[in-house]
């Protein structure tokens, strides 16, 4: 059983960066699926991106595309998560995931979950 904590998180302005970092426990993070998800105040947890175990495939929301960028570093046990133009929208908490399905959107996919980062975007 993978556990998973996040880092990175913070308060940053509109059009500024953030990297998050997603540390792993156990010696089988090679053979995960991970993504990356996140909860806004009142909303239902939504997808951001996924990563294939090489790290070969990824897969992003569209709220993501062209803005963040999901990798993985499988010496390091650890996935991040480079967020550029940070939008207001952006404000959440972010969570890490793991598991060992295929389907990099899938929530199917994903059984092991972080405890979360909070990222808040001020105007």
């Known amino acids: 059983q993978a556990q998973l904590v996040e880092s990175g998180g913070g308060l940053v302005q509109a059009g500024g960066s953030l990297r998050l970092s997603c540390a792993a426990s156990?010696?089988?993070?090679?053979?995960?699926?991970m993504g990356w998800f996140r909860q806004a105040p009142g909303k239902e947890r939504q997808f951001v991106a996924g990563?294939?175990?090489?790290?070969?495939?990824?897969y992003y929301a569209d709220s993501a595309k062209g803005r963040f960028t999901i990798s993985r570093d499988n010496a390091k046990n650890t996935v991040y998560l480079q967020m550029n133009i940070l939008k207001p929208e952006d404000t959440a908490v972010y969570y890490c995931?793991?598991?060992?399905?295929?389907?990099?959107?899938?929530?199917?996919?994903?059984?092991?979950w972080g405890q979360g980062t909070q990222v808040t975007v001020s105007a």
């Open positions: 156990g010696r089988t993070f090679s053979t995960y699926t």
């Open positions: 995931a793991g598991g060992p399905g295929y389907a990099l959107q899938s929530w199917r996919t994903y059984e092991y």
């Open positions: 990563i294939s175990r090489s790290g070969g495939s990824t």
